[in-house]
């Protein structure tokens, strides 16, 4: 197999290292960019364990910032940022062979999410989703929703802070051969990869997570540790997961209970010094993919007319936040 991974930050340099040691892959190249892909030319990836486990270390066979360089794969993994893919497009077509596979791992509702059902509007509009549909084949696409925690504490080197669970699966909720196939090369290096015939659930029940973390951690700087310990901010958490849970119960998904005990038991990882990517991102000041990750579910919360007053005020918030990012740059 001849694997490819666009984008090579913290969940990218994460996946690499792991896939780099697969019996499976014959060939794996990547494209990076700046820092990071002179790291990785120069001495590699290196993953630290928050935990005290042992360092991982990685090379790959060629890393470029131009993806016409590296050829055709078998397999693309892309790691970007849910508002970069845009921009990506056109390469990550060129990257993948006839009858290849493209896996996106990112946050948020994805720009493939009315596939195969395919409306004229070809989904939510906040990302630019036309113009990916232009550039890119829906039916070669895997979902992936990861639940891991990885941060960039330097060019190269990546530290892996808590979770290993990676569930992917169809667009259409079938299941194929060639999911089981990239589950198998997932699990078969130590990642907790995992089918499902329900890949819109886990893109939900994932956003029940991200929406109220990263909102309130980009918006206080905090910590999840320390946001979990404010009264007041747990309340908005509770609030923000209602709001999600509202709108995906009206497509009919069961998000289940939004009781304050669940809620805390759901959010908080007990991890101190936690920083969802969303704040890892504010700190760098690094544009925020607060459109696939809020804005995509307040236009679907708009299809369907559900009020979700605390979520439309969390996605303004967060768009004044990004635009003095963008200025301050």
């Known amino acids: 197999m001849k694997v490819c991974i666009f984008g090579v930050g913290a969940v990218g340099g994460y996946l690499c290292t792991k896939l780099a040691h697969s019996p499976i892959i014959k060939t794996l190249n990547v494209v990076a960019r700046g820092a990071q892909l002179q790291a990785i030319q120069d001495q590699g990836l290196r993953v630290q364990d928050a935990q005290g486990g042992p360092d991982e270390f990685a090379r790959v066979h060629q890393a470029s910032e131009k993806a016409q360089e590296l050829g ?4 693309v993994i892309v790691t970007l940022k849910a508002n970069s893919i845009v921009h990506s497009a056109q390469e990550i077509n ?4 006839a ?3 493209v896996v996106f791992v990112n946050n948020g509702i994805p720009w493939w999410w009315d596939y195969p059902e395919e409306l004229n509007t070809h989904g939510v509009g906040a990302l630019h989703r036309d113009d990916i549909w232009r550039a890119l084949d829906p039916s070669k696409v895997l979902g992936c929703v990861a639940m891991s925690n990885n941060e960039v504490v330097s060019p190269g080197v990546i530290r892996h802070n808590s979770m290993n669970t990676w569930y992917l699966g169809e667009p259409s909720g079938k299941r194929s051969q060639r999911l089981d196939q990239v ?4 699990a078969g290096v130590g990642l ?8 819109k659930l886990e893109i939900w029940r994932k956003l029940l997570l991200n929406i109220p973390n990263h909102a309130l951690a980009s918006l206080t700087r905090l910590s999840t540790d320390e946001i979990y310990a404010h009264d007041g901010l747990v309340q908005w958490a509770i609030d923000l997961t209602k709001d999600v849970a509202l709108v995906a119960s009206s497509y009919g998904f069961d998000l289940g209970d939004t009781t304050r005990e669940i809620v805390l ?6 991890v101190k010094g936690s920083k969802p990517s969303m704040l890892q991102d504010v700190l760098k000041n690094k544009p925020l993919e607060i459109d696939a990750v809020f804005g ?8 369907n ?11 303004a918030l967060l768009q004044g936040l990004n635009r003095h990012l963008e200025l301050s740059r």
């Open 72 to 75: 055709q794969h078998d397999l």
């Open 94 to 97: 060129a990257l993948t062979r």
């Open 99 to 101: 009858h290849g596979v």
């Open 183 to 186: 589950v198998s090369a997932f």
């Open 192 to 199: 907790g990869a995992l089918a499902t015939t329900q890949i």
């Open 265 to 270: 038991k759901r959010l908080n990882p007990n």
């Open 296 to 303: 995509s579910v307040v236009e679907l919360a708009k299809r």
């Open 305 to 315: 007319n559900t009020p979700i007053p605390n979520l439309e005020h969390a996605y």
